[in-house]
């Protein structure tokens, strides 16, 4: 069966039978903070974020089953006057469903959620190392930055 990309409602995401072993999953692949480990999406905020259209969620299915998620945020970016970019703030397929041409779907519906905005670019973050990161430049994506991170707690 073929994936299907569509957007999706935070209720579409949370209330999917897929949904806490898909956030497993990401955790394990992209999570580099270990203290966040356990922790789980805040419901709320996504939902508020949808809500003021600032967050677009996309979901792949196959057949009923919820098998990734992208979440696209659309923000001003007041150093250059204002303009729109777009970021992949989740975008993730569950490794069982790679192979079927999920992923390359996914992003694609992401550009597509960017340019109905209005929004000239599209940021993708990828973990380190990950297979993402290998992907992407074939994709026509170009590396512009590399985000560190410092923990900063106790």
């Known amino acids: 069966m073929e994936p299907v990309v569509r957007p999706i409602t935070a209720a579409e995401a949370f209330d999917s039978p897929t949904f806490a ?3 497993d999953e990401y955790r394990d692949e992209a999570l580099r903070c270990p203290r966040m480990f356990g922790a789980l999406p805040d419901r709320a905020w996504y939902e508020l974020c949808i809500a003021a259209g600032m967050l677009h969620p996309l979901g792949v299915f196959v057949g009923e ?3 990734g998620l992208c979440a696209v945020l659309i923000t001003p970016v007041p ?3 204002g303009r729109l970019i ?4 989740t975008l993730f397929v569950a490794e069982a469903h790679r192979a079927g041409g999920a992923g390359q779907r996914l992003l694609r519906a992401a550009e597509q959620v960017a340019r109905d905005n209005g929004v000239d670019g599209l940021y993708v973050t990828a973990p380190s190392g990950g297979r993402l990161e290998r ?3 074939h994709a026509g994506y170009i590396e512009t930055n590399r ?7 106790e």
Do not use: S
């Not at 777009?86 to 703030?89: G, K």
């Not at 985000?147 to 707690?153: A, Q, S, Y």
């Open 21 to 23: 072993a898909l956030c």
């Open 65 to 67: 089953e919820l098998v």
């Open 79 to 81: 150093h250059y006057d």
């Open 86 to 89: 777009a970021t992949t703030e």
């Open 135 to 137: 992907i992407l430049p």
């Open 147 to 153: 985000i560190f991170f410092r923990e900063l707690g």
